[in-house]
């Protein structure tokens, strides 16, 4: 399968994939000085193949490294910025939250002279994979809610301004090496800022950037199971619709399918990336399931246009649990596409388990 050759509905992940126990145990020894550079990037490699052969075996069209490179999405990506000092988390018993990570204070302009460590990701999964995939790099405010103000910077605005043109450097270089589909997410805590600002930003994140497809996923926060604000896609529209991305990848199986209608309602051109697993719950979807909340967003959004993935990444799942998810999306979307054009796909393979 190639990009052109896509299916009707193709399926995909937003970035993240569940992290195997052995990587857990890993990364302990690599945080105590156990493991060697050449161990680190064993390790690495093997997880990322462990990503794409779960995928691949669930079915998936469009799959990820599962981010496996990466920390908590966004932390081992603050290794690659200078002018930054790290500050002690403020809250460190308990349950973790979004207080208990740590934060930076800028110290000078930061930059990122290295690159932000995706060129290595996109070179290694060319290697393991010969499926149509997508590279994510979290946007310029995601990035800047770790950043507190200080230094040349009188707000995290500011942060994120100085951000997207490191963003864009790396989104070249991406796109110069290969990638056809890149990816910015962004967390809900963004919508406090006006719209129009949302989208230049976004904007300026891809100016210049020649890929097949432009993706925006848009998250409500998935940190323990815990959001970041009122559970809302509508402050975003219609502005949202003027971005250059060519598909938004929204959340709408966490709040029970709610503003499927924003699309017709707002004659929104773009594609969208409906997110049909939830993934802060507990359960594995039926094939069944997955297939009525399909047909709901046909009512609002044409088929040619539609993209089926779980509502967010899935690192906060289980291995056994990511992947039995998939595989319910993966069956469920098939009987859909059999329903719109009268042909029956080959199963997936439903006796596998991770």
């Known amino acids: 399968m190639t990009a052109s050759t896509l299916p009707i509905l193709p399926t995909t992940v937003v970035g993240s994939y569940a992290i195997?126990?052995?990587?857990?145990?890993?990364?302990?020894?690599?945080?105590?000085?156990?493991?060697?550079?050449?161990?680190?990037?064993?390790?690495?490699?093997?997880?990322?193949?462990?990503?794409?052969?779960?995928?691949?075996?669930?079915?998936?069209?469009?799959?990820?490294?599962?981010?496996?490179?990466?920390?908590?999405?966004?932390?081992?990506?603050?290794?690659?910025?200078?002018?930054?000092?790290?500050?002690?988390?403020?809250?460190?018993?308990?349950?973790?939250?979004y207080d208990g990570h740590v934060l930076y204070e800028p110290v000078e302009r930061i930059s990122a002279p290295d690159g932000l460590g995706t060129v290595r990701e996109l070179q290694y999964l060319r290697q393991v994979t010969a499926r149509p995939f997508k590279i994510t790099l979290p946007g310029p405010l995601t990035l800047a809610t770790q950043i507190t103000k200080g230094g040349p910077y009188r707000d995290r605005v500011e942060v994120a301004t100085d951000l997207a043109p490191i963003i864009n450097r790396e989104l070249r270089a991406l796109a110069a090496g290969g990638a056809e589909n890149l990816q910015i997410d962004d967390v809900y805590q963004s919508f406090m800022m006006e719209p129009k600002r949302l989208v230049e930003l976004y904007d300026r994140c891809f100016e210049g950037v020649a890929v097949t497809r432009r993706f925006w996923h848009i998250c409500f926060g998935t940190l323990e199971g815990f959001g970041f604000g009122e559970r809302t896609y509508r402050p975003l529209f219609p502005m949202i619709s003027s971005a250059s991305a060519d598909q938004l990848v929204f959340e709408f199986a966490n709040r029970e399918m709610a503003e499927t209608g924003l699309w017709r309602e707002?004659?929104?051109?773009?594609?969208?990336?409906?997110?049909?697993?939830?993934?802060?719950?507990?359960?594995?979807?039926?094939?069944?399931?997955?297939?009525?909340?399909?047909?709901?967003?046909?009512e609002s959004v044409p088929a040619e246009r539609l993209w089926i993935n779980p509502d967010c990444g899935l690192a906060r799942l289980p291995r056994h649990l990511a992947?039995?998810?998939?595989?319910?999306?993966?069956?469920?979307?098939?009987?859909?596409?059999?329903?719109?054009?009268?042909?029956?796909?080959?199963g997936c393979t439903t006796g596998e388990r991770a």
Request: charged fraction near 30%; glycine fraction near 8%.
């Open 20 to 97: 195997p126990a052995w990587l857990w145990a890993a990364y302990e020894k690599i945080e105590a000085g156990g493991f060697g550079r050449m161990d680190v990037a064993e390790t690495e490699n093997d997880a990322v193949a462990t990503a794409v052969r779960d995928q691949e075996r669930a079915g998936v069209d469009v799959i990820s490294d599962g981010e496996m490179r990466r920390q908590g999405f966004i932390v081992s990506i603050f290794k690659y910025f200078h002018g930054l000092k790290p500050i002690e988390p403020r809250r460190k018993v308990g349950v973790l939250s």
């Open 266 to 298: 707002f004659d929104c051109p773009k594609e969208l990336g409906a997110g049909v697993l939830d993934l802060k719950n507990f359960y594995v979807e039926s094939p069944e399931l997955v297939a009525r909340r399909i047909r709901r967003m046909l």
């Open 323 to 346: 992947f039995a998810k998939l595989q319910a999306l993966v069956i469920g979307t098939r009987q859909v596409r059999q329903e719109l054009t009268g042909r029956a796909e080959p």
